[in-house]
């Protein structure tokens, strides 16, 4: 079973050094509208750890087909940490972000000693890094590390007034944010895959907005377009999470 977490949510850092200081570019101000439509700076800056857990839909899946139902389970840690769990009723695959390293884990359905570990590439590490950094900053703080952020200006996206920014965690990891203008929502983000994701409807925990539902659309190579479509049941703030979570599984069982 080949997830496509691993692709749309990896969806690392831009090495700047001088003999003398840095400066900074301002903040684009509709960083601060952008939060502020999500939530308070207190509310904001006090997440540490969010826990998703929700449904995964394919455009082409046949509700009653060897893929479905597909449920999904992501958990972030500042600041590099991320465990997503995907399972079906082919297996679980299990992909694992801790700081540098990262691992991924296929096992078969009803039969854990059918299972496959991957150590995950740098390309994939930085996407990883990029995805959880995304997650966790609330569009603040690339700087910090090791990113920039680029004002784009104001464009349609929707039929909406939007400012589009870039945020460049690296000349391969690039987001590119497109923000209502009248009231900082974040109306669509597209990656330079070329995918396209749009946060549908709002689940509100710890006084900040979530997305109730994610949809991606990618293009295949056969130039059809696929959509995924994530479905949250829940979102937890600040839950504590296993020391373990995050560790590589043993190869060899005791």
Not at 47 to 73: C, F, Q, R
Not at 150 to 158: A, F, P
């Amino acid at each position: 079973m080949k997830s496509p977490l691993l692709r749309l949510l990896c969806l690392a850092t831009i090495a700047l050094t001088s003999a003398t200081p840095i400066l900074r570019a301002a903040e684009p101000a509709i960083i601060t509208k952008a939060r502020a439509y999500l939530g308070t700076e207190a509310a904001l800056n006090a997440v540490n750890t969010l826990h998703y857990s929700g449904k995964l839909e394919l455009s082409d899946m046949d509700a009653d087909g060897p893929e479905g139902p597909i449920t999904i389970e992501i958990i972030f840690e500042r600041p590099y940490h991320q465990r997503s769990t995907v399972t079906s009723e082919r297996g679980t695959e299990i992909t694992v972000l801790n700081g540098y390293d990262a691992w991924q884990r296929v096992s078969a359905a009803n039969d854990d000693t059918r299972w496959n570990l991957t150590l995950l590439q740098i390309p994939q590490i930085k996407n990883l890094r990029a995805n959880a950094w995304e997650n966790l900053s609330f569009f603040r703080g690339l700087e910090e590390a090791g990113g920039q952020i680029e004002d784009l200006g104001v464009t349609t996206m929707d039929d909406q007034t939007c400012r589009k920014l870039a945020f460049i965690h690296s000349p391969e990891v690039v987001f590119y944010r497109y923000f209502n203008v009248a009231t900082g929502r974040l109306v669509l983000t597209e990656t330079m895959l070329g995918e396209r994701i749009r946060e549908i409807g709002s689940i509100e925990v710890a006084g900040i907005k979530f997305p109730k539902e994610l949809t991606t659309e990618a293009t295949r190579p056969d130039g059809t377009t696929q959509t995924v479509t994530i479905r949250f049941d829940s979102v937890t703030v600040n839950e504590p999470v296993p020391a373990d979570a995050f560790e590589m599984p043993l190869l060899v069982s005791k």
